[in-house]
């Protein structure tokens, strides 16, 4: 299983960002898939998750702001964010479980700046 993150960059104060996270070897609507971030000095904190079934859930500091969805077509997972504030400043990773085992994806770093 391998998971490809992007779409990161430097985005102004209340400016969006779309990031992609491509997989192969799991197919993207079998399995949980989640965004999670970290920044400088802080534990690794989850953004967003969508399950197999489609039902989707967000951490408390990016809800109604931040959407996750997915492309069946594309094997990709999306996390759509808007509003973004320097708070959000991070680097994004994906994650997904498959046969027991824990898959993260190389970061993509957000700034967000002025």
């Known amino acids: 299983v391998q998971l490809q993150a992007s779409g990161g960059g430097l985005v102004q104060p209340g400016g969006s960002l779309r990031l992609s996270c491509t997989a192969s070897?799991?197919?993207?609507?079998?399995?949980?898939m989640a965004w999670y971030r970290q920044a400088p000095g802080m534990q690794r904190e989850l953004v967003a998750v969508?399950?197999?079934?489609?039902?989707?859930d967000y951490g408390d500091s990016v809800k109604g702001r931040f959407t996750i969805s997915r492309s069946n077509a594309e094997n990709t997972v999306y996390l759509q964010m808007n509003s973004l504030k320097p708070e959000d400043t991070a680097v994004y990773y994906c994650?997904?479980?498959?046969?027991?085992?824990?898959?993260w994806g190389r970061g993509t770093q957000v700034t967000v700046s002025s």
């Open positions: 994650r997904t479980t498959n046969g027991g085992m824990d898959y």
């Open positions: 969508i399950t197999s079934g489609g039902t989707t």
């Open positions: 070897g799991v197919i993207v609507n079998s399995r949980p």
